[in-house]
């Protein structure tokens, strides 16, 4: 069994920054073989995807909308992958979710099998 748990989430001035962690845990599973990625989800809104990091030399990938103002990293020993949001927006407001995939890019929700329960960003103007 997998679990994936993420922390760091909470109410923020617009222009802010958090950084999410999400710690992955599971007698065979093996962080270091997967790609990890993050998506979020405002109301009424579909899950979109944030960023990834893959498990092959940790070439990373991020949606237009953070671009520039996001940073996903890895830290294998630790099994835990980070997102660092500055300059944050209203419109980043989502719960934000830790997934992992066994495929390479891990872009679309439909490539990650393991989902954390999500954590609340709120950016306040």
């Known amino acids: 069994q997998v679990q994936l748990v993420e922390s760091g989430g909470g109410l923020v001035q617009a222009g802010g920054s958090l950084r999410l962690s999400c710690a992955a845990s599971g007698r065979t599973f093996t962080f270091s073989s997967y790609t990890m990625g993050w998506f979020r989800q405002a109301p009424g809104k579909e899950r979109e995807f944030v960023a990834s990091?893959?498990?092959?030399?940790?070439?990373?990938y991020y949606a237009d909308s953070v671009k520039g103002r996001s940073t996903i990293s890895r830290d294998n020993a630790k099994n835990t992958v980070y997102l660092q949001m500055d300059t944050l927006k209203p419109q980043d407001t989502a719960v934000y979710y830790c997934a992992a995939s066994p495929t390479l890019a891990g872009l679309t929700r439909y490539d990650y099998n393991y989902w954390g329960q999500g954590t609340q960003v709120t950016v306040s103007s």
């Open positions: 990091i893959t498990w092959r030399n940790e070439i990373t």
